[in-house]
Each structure stands twice: as structure tokens, then as C-alpha cells.
């Protein structure tokens, strides 16, 4: 066993019925912020972060994720005959090498930690790291790097931390914090979803793991939990039930939930300022609309 993360985890396998009907065809991870998928910005972090096994929890009706990921030869001569360099080093960067990524089934959209448990043979027995692709990062130092780098030193299993109000808890995984040393929060507790009025804390977690592999064994006993689903954040508060650290990592960075419409149109527009080729013209309307905005009040 090492805690070193070679290997990581994205579970791809929801209906997403939150962006019906476009989600009848196209996966939610296909959605596109400006002009590249959701699922591109989680593989870039996971690479920034040494992740070289890339395992994808799949199910029906995502093969549009596995065909991203294809090379594409017949685009690739036609852009160079182009001359459209830029667009070839896109889509150089955007094919996987043969054998680098692995696709496994959940029949059953049984919740989050089963979708994980779903790849345990795949996942061996050293740490590894899960990204919801639906949770975007913003960051100077992409968030899983900053993970990777901080749990070096702890070991255990490690999640991605934030503040929320305190009326969103439903929503999350909320931490019982024991302790707080920088941007590490060591947690005595995890709930899934609590009504503001129980949750532990405003210590929410979001799309980025990094787990001991004990915490496959927990998932495999099938334990449901809030709304029915095997949840993995009962997975991991069994290791501190078990004596076994567990932090809360505050990242540095920006979070976006793209996997609701208004986070992702939220996204939208910082990725679209971000960009150097869209800044200028793209400002000039959204402060056409404010100012318009303003004049109706
Ligand atoms: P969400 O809670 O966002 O669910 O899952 P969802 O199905 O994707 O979207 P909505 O709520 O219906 O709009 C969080 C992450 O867990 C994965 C999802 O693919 C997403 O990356 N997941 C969830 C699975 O892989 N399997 C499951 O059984 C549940």
C-alpha cells in the first residue's frame, strides 16, 4: 500500500435528469463550458495532478464519452492540411493514449459510493482519487494538486472542503469538524445532506477525493443511506469511526456546480471572461445587459 495517487476514479454514471432533455443523448459530462466538455477540464486536473490510470464509472447512454476521448484521424489530417494548428493541439489533447483510460459499467444508478465500489477491481490497494467532473475548479494550482500535494503529509483519506450557508447543507455532504490547522480541517464526523438545523457544521464537501482503499470494503457491505443511495460519504465517515484520519482540504480555487443550470451558466460566463479571444466583445455585452438591466429598475 502507498499514498502515493496514480489512479483515479470518475463516476460518469448518473442520469443527470437535472439538464433534461439534453441529457436524453448527450451525457452530462459532455456539456460543453465555451468550447470544450466538462469531462476535459477533470481529466486535465487529474493529469496535472500525476494521475496516469484514468478508470470511468459508465452507463448506458455515455458512449458520446468514450468516442471524445477516440483519436481522430480523418479531423486531424483535414485541420493540418488546414494549417489550423491551434485546433490540432486541442485536439491532440483531447485523445487518451490506447489503455490509458478504462471503462466500467454500473448497471443501476444506485448512488455515488456504488458507482466508486464499481471499479474496485480496477483500483488495487493504493490511495486513489475520485472527480465529479460536474464540479469545475478554477484554480492557480488545479485543486487535485493541491489535494495530492497536502495529503503527502496526512495519509488517510482526504476531501475537497468549502464554506456553504447554512441553508444549503441538504445538499452536501457536511463535515463535523475536530480540528483546523491552515487549509487542513480534521473531521471526527461526516453526514450526507443534513437540514441546516442538524448539520454538524457549514464545511461542505465537493467533487474531489482522495480514498484509502479500506473504503471500497466499507462500500461493499451495499449500506443505503439518505435517499435510499449507497452513499460514499458514509463510506468514509466509517474510516473515522474506524480510528483512521480523515481531513477536509480548503482548497484554493473557485468552484462552479455545473451539474445545476445555474452554476453552469454561472461557468459560462467566467470561462467566457477568462478567454483572451472572447474577453473583450463578451464584457462589452454582458455590461449592454446590466446597463439595460439597470435602466428598466
Ligand atoms: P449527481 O447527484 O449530480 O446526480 O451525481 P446526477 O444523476 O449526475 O444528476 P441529477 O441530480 O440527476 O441532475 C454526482 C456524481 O455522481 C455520479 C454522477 O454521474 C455525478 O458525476 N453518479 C451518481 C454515478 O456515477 N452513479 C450514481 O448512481 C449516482
Known amino acids: 500500500m502507498s499514498n502515493r495517487v496514480r489512479t483515479a476514479v470518475f463516476p460518469v454514471a448518473g442520469l443527470g435528469t437535472r439538464f433534461l432533455p439534453a441529457t436524453k443523448s448527450i451525457p452530462k459530462e459532455m456539456l460543453p463550458l465555451v468550447d470544450r466538455p466538462l469531462i476535459q477540464y477533470a481529466i486535465d486536473e487529474?493529469?496535472?495532478a500525476g494521475i496516469r490510470?484514468?478508470?470511468?464509472?459508465?452507463?448506458?447512454g455515455k458512449s458520446a464519452l468514450e468516442d471524445y476521448f477516440d483519436s481522430s484521424a480523418e479531423l486531424e489530417r483535414a485541420l493540418e492540411e488546414k494549417g489550423k494548428a491551434d485546433l490540432l493541439a486541442e485536439v491532440h489533447n483531447s485523445t487518451m493514449p490506447s489503455g490509458a483510460i478504462a471503462y466500467i459499467r454500473q448497471q443501476e444508478a444506485l448512488g455515488l459510493g456504488h458507482a466508486v465500489w464499481c471499479a474496485r477491481r480496477l483500483i488495487g490497494d493504493d490511495s486513489f482519487a475520485v472527480i465529479l467532473p460536474d464540479d469545475v475548479i478554477s484554480a492557480k494550482t488545479p485543486c487535485l494538486k493541491q489535494m495530492v500535494e497536502a495529503h503527502a503529509e496526512t495519509?488517510?483519506?482526504?476531501?475537497a472542503a468549502m464554506d456553504v450557508p447554512r441553508e444549503q447543507t441538504k445538499?452536501?455532504?457536511i463535515l463535523d469538524i475536530a480540528g483546523e490547522q491552515g487549509r487542513l480541517v480534521r473531521a471526527a464526523g461526516m453526514v450526507e445532506k443534513p437540514a441546516p438545523e442538524d448539520a454538524p457544521s457549514t464545511m461542505a464537501v465537493i467533487g474531489r477525493y482522495i480514498l484509502s482503499a479500506s473504503v471500497l470494503e466499507t462500500l461493499g457491505?451495499?449500506?443505503r443511506g439518505a435517499g435510499?443511495?449507497?452513499?460514499?460519504?458514509?463510506?468514509?465517515a466509517a474510516e473515522i469511526d474506524h480510528g483512521r484520519p480523515v481531513h477536509g482540504f480548503r482548497f484554493d480555487g473557485q468552484r462552479f456546480d455545473c451539474g445545476s443550470k445555474s452554476g453552469y451558466l454561472q461557468a459560462t460566463v467566467a470561462f467566457g471572461l477568462a478567454?483572451?479571444?472572447?474577453?473583450?466583445?463578451?464584457s462589452a455585452y454582458l455590461a449592454g445587459i446590466a446597463g439595460s438591466?439597470?435602466?428598466a429598475e
Open 275 to 282: 478567454r483572451d479571444d472572447l474577453r473583450d466583445e463578451f
Open 228 to 236: 435510499g443511495e449507497i452513499q460514499l460519504t458514509d463510506a468514509i
Open 155 to 159: 495519509g488517510g483519506c482526504m476531501v
Open 293 to 295: 438591466q439597470r435602466a
Open 171 to 173: 445538499s452536501y455532504g
Open 46 to 48: 487529474a493529469r496535472a
Open 53 to 60: 490510470e484514468f478508470i470511468f464509472v459508465t452507463a448506458k
Open 221 to 223: 457491505a451495499g449500506k
